[in-house]
């Protein structure tokens, strides 16, 4: 049954969903056109474990029966959290997913009593991050790739 006006359903994830929601992850990563190496790279950094969901609030935006998408939010101090990854499948980028996917962390995280998302971004994401609300703070070190920089971006929640 298809969702309500083209929107998503987001969900809680399931622990033995985490191997699927890491190739996602790489699959989303790969959009953007990385070569091999930089995605074998980025490997360990976008796998997500069982035991990583069971702590975290993770979430899935399921369409037409279908996961397109998923996000996690990680503690970073009583008023910060961050915005750990947010990955949608390729063949659904482009179609408000990924919009859908933000708001509901954004509104999660204020639920949680935060007030501030901070996002370690990719820089070709950093244009859909300003557009929900975000804004560049600096930069942070890649967890991946010695020397790169990412983007740093916080939502005011």
Not at 27 to 36: E, N, T, V
Request: glycine residues 8%; charged residues 20%; contains cysteine.
């Amino acid at each position: 049954m298809p969702s309500p006006a083209n929107k998503p359903m987001i969900r809680s994830a399931q622990t033995s969903e985490a191997a699927h929601l890491s190739r996602l992850a790489m699959r989303s990563k790969a959009y953007w056109g990385y070569s091999a190496e930089f995605m074998e790279a980025c490997r360990d950094e976008l796998t997500l474990t069982s035991a990583y969901v069971q702590v975290t609030p993770t979430y899935v935006a399921e369409f037409d029966g279908a996961v397109v998408g998923f996000y996690t939010l990680a503690r970073m101090s009583a008023t910060e959290v961050v915005l750990g990854y947010l990955f949608v499948e390729p063949t659904a980028i482009g179609k408000g997913h990924g919009r859908a996917l933000i708001e509901h962390a954004k509104s999660e995280a204020r639920s949680l009593g935060y007030d501030t998302m901070v996002i370690p971004g990719d820089p070709n994401a950093e244009r859909f991050y300003l557009a929900a609300g975000g804004r560049v703070v600096g930069t942070t070190p890649s967890e991946s790739i010695p020397g790169r920089e990412l983007p740093l971006l916080h939502i005011d929640l």
